[in-house]
């Protein structure tokens, strides 16, 4: 992609707003139109991680110019679904937004900051960090402590503080993440961002996010899976991942 090409974070010319959506036919129809509406001139690239209910055909309705789909028949895990959303856009920038809104569009110019003035080409959100702010029942103590326990493995192995690595808010330069290749299928792939930068030499920033509770529709997350699937490949990557040369 040419890195000449225009970039506006006002309009999101120059973005590429991946989305990785299964089974979200309550909400996602609302969630592209509230994203778009904010930032007309970005991609929205909608990646449907084999759903069992309408949520392709929701996307397909839409048929909008600023709205791409990718459709998959079996479901492969979130992993699966950002990788391949990296893969596709043809951006300088692309960010990561939940298919459910519970982050903000609003805050998008926000998130992309420290890419477009050169401070790094990974930024991470965080509901956690001072200036985050968390709607009352959003967050289950559950979750909370999986938050703390997993940021913290990743911290260390990584060598820098993290509070937040599974906030599903996060942008990077395009090539930069093509280039790092992620490969964990399943919720693990975040650590693995964070890990393979980390080794690379690059300082991921954190910015505070606003964080809301689902409207509709189910969290793809179950612990008694995720307790055990995400620290394996977290492991799994800091042992097959080598450090920068």
Same mark, same amino acid.
């Given at each position: 992609?040419?890195?000449?090409?225009?970039?506006?974070?006002?309009? /999101?010319?120059?973005?590429?707003? %991946?989305?990785?959506? *299964?089974?979200?036919?309550?909400? +996602?129809?609302? !969630?592209?139109?509230?994203?778009?509406?904010?930032?007309?001139?970005? @991609? %929205?690239?909608?990646?449907?991680? /084999?759903?069992?209910?309408? !949520? &392709?055909?929701? @996307?397909? /309705?839409?048929?909008?110019?600023?709205?791409?789909?990718?459709?998959?028949? @079996?479901?492969?895990?979130?992993? *699966? &679904?950002?990788?391949?959303? +990296?893969?596709?856009?043809?951006?300088?920038?692309?960010?990561?937004?939940?298919?459910? $809104?519970?982050?903000?569009? #609003?805050?998008?110019?926000?998130?992309?900051?420290?890419?477009?003035?050169?401070? !790094?080409?990974?930024?991470?959100?965080?509901?956690? $960090?001072?200036?985050?702010?968390?709607?009352?029942?959003? +967050?289950?103590? &559950?979750?909370?402590?999986?938050?703390?326990?997993?940021?913290?493995?990743?911290?260390?192995? $990584?060598?820098? =503080?993290?509070?937040?690595?599974?906030?599903?808010?996060?942008?990077?330069?395009?090539?930069?993440?093509? =280039?790092?290749?992620?490969?964990?299928?399943?919720?693990?792939? #975040? &650590?693995?961002?964070? +890990?393979?930068?980390? =080794?690379?030499?690059?300082? %991921?920033?954190?910015?505070?996010?606003?964080?809301?509770?689902? =409207?509709?529709?189910?969290?793809?997350?179950?612990?008694?899976?995720?307790?055990?699937?995400?620290?394996?490949?977290?492991?799994?990557?800091?042992?097959?991942?080598?450090?920068?040369?």
């Amino acid at each position: 992609m040419p890195a000449s090409a225009a970039v506006d974070p006002a309009t /999101g010319r120059g973005f590429t707003i %991946i989305i990785a959506a *299964f089974n979200e036919q309550e909400v +996602i129809a609302a !969630t592209l139109r509230r994203t778009h509406d904010f930032w007309p001139e970005a @991609v %929205i690239l909608v990646v449907d991680d /084999g759903s069992h209910d309408r !949520t &392709a055909e929701v @996307v397909r /309705g839409l048929a909008a110019p600023w709205l791409r789909l990718h459709s998959y028949k @079996v479901n492969h895990g979130k992993g *699966f &679904a950002i990788a391949r959303g +990296i893969d596709f856009a043809e951006t300088p920038y692309s960010l990561q937004l939940d298919a459910d $809104c519970q982050f903000p569009p #609003e805050k998008m110019p926000e998130l992309v900051a420290p890419l477009l003035d050169g401070r !790094t080409r990974l930024v991470f959100s965080s509901r956690y $960090c001072d200036g985050a702010s968390r709607e009352p029942g959003s +967050i289950t103590i &559950a979750k909370r402590l999986a938050s703390l326990v997993a940021s913290g493995l990743v911290s260390v192995l $990584c060598g820098q =503080r993290l509070t937040d690595v599974f906030a599903g808010f996060k942008a990077w330069d395009t090539d930069y993440a093509q =280039r790092l290749g992620l490969t964990d299928a399943g919720f693990g792939y #975040e &650590a693995e961002l964070a +890990i393979k930068a980390a =080794r690379k030499g690059e300082t %991921i920033i954190e910015i505070p996010i606003d964080y809301a509770s689902r =409207r509709a529709g189910e969290s793809k997350i179950r612990f008694a899976r995720d307790m055990i699937t995400v620290p394996v490949g977290i492991l799994r990557v800091w042992l097959f991942t080598r450090w920068k040369n």
